[in-house]
């Protein structure tokens, strides 16, 4: 019996992430009227992180009076709001590329964000047969903080993303 070791992809530099303002059809993002569509933008670096979590429910069954046994069940999963972190330059107006993100995801803002993992994220254009996931979301609030208290800290955003879908995992580009 052999024993596989699967390579791992590194995270870093292989997660490219648009923004888009609608998706028709979800199951399957169309190249050039959903993802390259005027509208979208390319927020991979914006992102500090895009690290989604959510925790399924588990108890256990309710009892019965022939077994002393009981059996673990799954309940519900629940999707928490998604805190992330983005650049932005003070300075320069909400139209400049900076600001893109800024403006796109103001409070209350219904968008899409469609993440595709494991290709170069700058080297690696969008195409037809890549695998994605995708995310639909109301943004809340915009922060304005900065990154951190030493001299490399940058100004950025720091915003909750809250889920209104199930995730949407696999989906090849139409």
């Not at 999707?79 to 139209?95: K, L």
Request: aromatic share 10%; net charge negative.
């Amino acid at each position: 019996m052999s024993i596989i070791t699967p390579e791992a992809t590194p995270v870093q530099g292989n997660t490219k992430a648009q923004f888009v303002l609608a998706v028709p059809i979800i199951a399957t993002p169309d190249l050039s009227t959903d993802i390259n569509a005027g509208t979208s933008i390319d927020v991979s670096c914006f992102l500090r992180d895009f690290n989604p979590e959510m925790s399924s429910n588990s108890g256990n069954s309710p009892g019965r009076l022939c077994t002393t046994v009981q059996l673990p069940v799954e309940g519900n999963t629940q999707f928490s709001p998604i805190e992330v972190r983005y650049v932005y330059d003070p300075q320069a107006a909400t139209s400049t590329d900076d600001n893109k993100l800024r403006l796109a995801a103001v409070r209350g803002t219904e968008f899409f964000l469609v993440v595709r993992k494991g290709l170069d994220a700058t080297a690696t254009a969008w195409a037809a047969g890549q695998y994605v996931e995708t995310w639909k979301f109301r943004a809340g609030r915009q922060n304005y903080v900065r990154s951190g208290t030493d001299e490399f800290s940058e100004y950025e955003i720091s915003q909750q993303w809250f889920p209104l879908i199930e995730p949407v995992h696999g989906q090849i580009i139409a």
